[in-house]
């Protein structure tokens, strides 16, 4: 496996810039997702970091079958088709089923398989043959090392480009943990790396039939991580988190995302990790 991999016409992996991921975890209406494009996309030009969009149309695995999901497939693809079109910005969302694959490869750029799904063989090998970048979640249930398995099924199909994602480990019943050590044993496997920052803290199945977080971690964590040394940044933003529709405990504002993004770079800078403007 390459330890430099191309994404939406970036090269991510040591050396290059920090590639990043931000957008509402859902798509709360089409209005609310083209906001979060326009404005995730002024901050990181700013920034001057690669940037995809990410946003789901279809939560489906949803801790209470009472929890909002999204638009689901196809209303889900307009949207997003729309804010590729209109915001000019690539797109990353998940997919949780074989049979959304082909719809999904037509509008987005980089497709994630979700941490519960990242064994499933099928689902892995379906998004890899479209040829799109793959985002491929860690479940909480893998160590570091064994990850590699997985990847190796999506590259073995004859795509290089897969982004593999840490995002906590089951620490006990309703809590996650980060060992900054499996960033190294990731990447001396061979593979680039990402670290989602905000899902990271969540408190699994903790709120009574939904999932809780603790929002006031992801920072140190994400300071941690760069300083561990990751490829790129994956963190959920909303404009108002506390009345998200999904995932609002982890997730944060702008500013915090900002400051966040900041603080992640200057570490990069300090150690010699992220090229110069």
Avoid: W
Wanted: proline share 5%.
């Amino acid at each position: 496996m390459s330890q430099t991999i191309e994404l939406c016409g970036h090269k991510v992996g040591p050396g290059q810039k920090l590639f990043v991921i931000a957008g509402p975890d859902s798509i709360e209406s089409e209005e609310m997702a083209l906001r979060h494009a326009k404005l995730l996309k002024e901050m990181t030009s700013r920034l001057g970091v690669p940037y995809a969009f990410k946003c789901s149309y279809d939560k489906a695995n949803r801790t209470s079958g009472k929890s909002f999901r999204g638009p689901g497939l196809k209303e889900g693809l307009r949207i997003l088709a729309r804010v590729k079109r209109e915001v000019g910005v690539p797109i990353l969302t998940d997919v949780h089923e074989t049979s959304h694959v082909g719809p999904a490869a037509e509008v987005v750029d980089i497709i994630q398989i979700p941490a519960f799904l990242c064994r499933q063989t099928d689902l892995v090998e379906a998004v890899a043959r479209t040829g799109k970048g793959v985002n491929l979640k860690k479940g909480q249930f893998v160590a570091p090392k064994d990850i590699v398995h997985s990847a190796r099924k999506a590259v073995e199909t004859g795509n290089p480009n897969v982004l593999v994602t840490e995002r906590g480990a089951t620490f006990g019943y309703n809590n996650l943990v980060v060992d900054m050590r499996g960033f190294l044993q990731m990447r001396e496997a061979g593979l680039v790396v990402c670290f989602d920052a905000t899902h990271s803290v969540q408190l699994p199945s903790a709120g009574n039939g939904e999932t809780a977080g603790e929002r006031k971690f992801v920072s140190l964590l994400a300071r941690s991580a760069a300083a561990a040394g990751i490829d790129a940044l994956f963190t959920e933003v909303h404009e108002d988190p506390d009345r998200a529709l999904c995932d609002g405990p982890c997730s944060l504002n702008p500013q915090m995302f900002e400051d966040v993004l900041r603080q992640v770079l200057a570490i990069r800078r300090a150690l010699g990790h992220e090229p110069a403007q």
